[in-house]
C-alpha cells in the first residue's frame, strides 16, 4: 500500500472518529433537550390540575379540550381510585380505548416521570407519563398520570439520526477523495526523487538532478541534500570509472608488450633445445648437459632440464597474457568482426586438431552430419577458441577414462556437446566456475591452470547469443552442452 493512500486512510480515520464524538454529542444534545421540553409541558399539565378535598375523584375534570389524534399533542389524563378499585380517564383516552398501564397502591410509590408502553390501532407506542400520588389525611386513595406520546419527537429524532449518519458518510468519502488529491500533490516532490533515483539506477547517469519543488519545506530540504549527495557521488563515480579506464587500458597494453618478449624467450628457447637434439644426434649418446655453447662470445653450461622448464614457463606465461588479454579486450567493451561460420568445417577442424593436444584419456568423437549447411553468425577464431577452452578442460581433468564429442540439433540451435569421466565437481561449485581465476577445490594444485579459460569461454559465448549447460557429480565426470543459436538468414 503506498504512503498516499495510508495518509490519506489516517487522516479519514481520524476525520470518521472527530465525526462520530461530534454526531454523538449533537444528538444527545437535542435529544435531551426535545424530551426536556415534552416533559416539561407534561409536567406542568400535571401540576395545573388541582385536586382537593376528599371529593378529589368528583371534583377533578379529566374531559380535557385536546384533539384525539395520535399525531397531535395529545395529553392523555388516567386518574386511578385506589379506594374503590377503578379509574377515570379524559376524553381522548376513551375515544381511542387506551388505558395508560399504572403501578398497584404501594407507601413506596413516588412521584416523578415513567415511561409505558400503549396500543393503539395494533401498534405500541412509547408514551411519557408524570404520575403523582394523591393521598388523604396521609393515606394513598389514587394516582394522577398525565401523559404524551412522544410521536413526532421520536421521528424528528429518527431523522436527525439518518441525517447526521448519511452526511457523516458523505463528508468523509468527499474528504476521502480531496484527501488522495492533496496527498498525490503534497507527495509530488517524493515521487520526483523516486522517478530520479529509479532513472539513475536504469541507466546509472549520476548527471541527473531532483527537481526542487516550489516551497521550500522538509521535501525541499531532502531533495537539497539528495542532489548535494548525487553530486558527490558523480564526481566520486567518475573518478573510480577513470581509474578503472585506465587500469583496463593498463592491463590491455601490458599483455599486449608482455607477448612480444614472451615469445621472443619462447623462440630462443626452441632453438636452443634443437641445437641441444642436434648436438645430441652428432655426439651419439644423452648427455645430461651440453658441452658448451657459444653465445656472445660467452660460454655457459645449459641443462636440458632447465631449458624444458624455461620452456614450460614461458608457455604458461603466454598463454596467462593472452587470456588477460582477451578479458581486457571484453572489459573494454572489443567489437568482435562476425561472419557467416560454417559450424561442420569449423567443428571438424577443432576435433581434427584435439587429437594433438596432450592427453591421458581416450578421444572418442560421434557423428558430425547434423551440423551439414548450418551456418552460425559469429566469429570463426573466436568459437575455435571457446571450443577448444571445453575439450582442453575435458583432457585436462580427465586423467584416466574417455572424453567424447558429439552434437545436436533443433530447428533454431546447435549444441557441442564435450562428455568426460574425469574427476567432476561438487554441484555447488558450479555457479563459480565462470569466475575469473575461480578453480574447484578437487583441481587446486593437481591440474595445471590459471581459472580463466571458462570465464574467456563465457565471454564469447554471451557475445554469440549462446548459453552453456553443466552436469556434473564428483568423481564420476562433467557434460557440458554448449548451445549456440543458427543463422537462419
Known sequence: ??????????????????????????????????????????????????????LIFDKLNLNLDRQSRIEGKNMYVQLINYHEGNYRQSS??????????????????????????????????????????????????????????????????????????????????????IGLIIARKALRPIENVINA???????????????????????????????????????????????????????????HELRTPLTTIRGNIDLLDKMWKQTERQSGAISEQLEHVNISGTHFELSHEAITDISAEAKRMSTLVNDLLALARADA????????VNILSLTEAVVRRAQLLPRSANWEVGDLSELKDVYIYGSEDYL???????????????????????????????????????????????????????????????????????????WILDEHQGSVEVATLEGKGTTFTIWLPIDCS
Do not use: C
Not at 567493451?333 to 557467416?340: A, F, K, L
Open 333 to 340: 567493451g572489443y567489437i568482435m568482426e562476425r561472419e557467416q
Open 92 to 177: 381522548n383516552l376513551n375515544e381511542q380505548n387506551i388505558v395508560i398501564p399504572y403501578p398497584d397502591a404501594s407507601p413506596s410509590l413516588q412521584e416523578g416521570f415513567v415511561e409505558v408502553m400503549v396500543e393503539l390501532d395494533h401498534k405500541k407506542y412509547r408514551m411519557i407519563t408524570y404520575q403523582r400520588p394523591l393521598a388523604t389525611n396521609g393515606v394513598l386513595v389514587g394516582l394522577l398520570q398525565v401523559g404524551a406520546i412522544p410521536y413526532y419527537e421520536d421521528q424528528f429524532l429518527t431523522g436527525l439520526r439518518n441525517t447526521l449518519l448519511f452526511s457523516s458518510v458523505i463528508v468523509v468519502l468527499i474528504a476521502f477523495t
Open 197 to 255: 533515483t529509479q532513472q539513475i539506477e536504469n541507466g546509472a547517469d549520476l548527471s541527473v538532478r531532483i527537481p526542487m519543488p516550489p516551497v521550500k519545506d522538509e521535501i525541499g530540504t531532502l531533495v537539497t541534500t539528495l542532489n548535494m549527495m548525487l553530486s558527490r557521488l558523480e564526481k566520486a563515480y567518475n573518478e573510480l570509472d577513470e581509474a578503472y579506464m585506465a587500469q583496463r587500458r593498463f592491463v590491455s597494453d601490458a599483455s
Open 384 to 458: 575455435q577458441q571457446l571450443l577448444f577452452v571445453f575439450i582442453e578442460n575435458a583432457f585436462k581433468y580427465t586423467p584416466a577414462g574417455d572424453v567424447r564429442f558429439f552434437v545436436r540439433r533443433t530447428e533454431q540451435h546447435i549444441a557441442w556437446i564435450i562428455e568426460d569421466t574425469g574427476i567432476g565437481m561438487n554441484p555447488d561449485q558450479v555457479p563459480h566456475i565462470f569466475d575469473r581465476f575461480y578453480r574447484a577445490d578437487v583441481s587446486r594444485g593437481v591440474t595445471v591452470g590459471t581459472g580463466l579459460g571458462l570465464a574467456i569461454a563465457k
Open 1 to 54: 500500500m503506498s504512503l498516499r493512500i495510508r495518509l490519506t486512510l489516517w487522516y479519514s480515520g481520524l476525520l470518521t472518529g472527530a465525526l462520530i464524538i461530534f454526531g454523538v454529542i449533537v444528538y444527545s444534545f437535542i435529544n435531551w433537550n426535545t424530551y426536556s421540553e415534552l416533559k416539561e409541558s407534561v409536567k406542568s399539565e400535571s401540576e395545573r390540575l388541582v385536586i382537593t378535598g376528599t
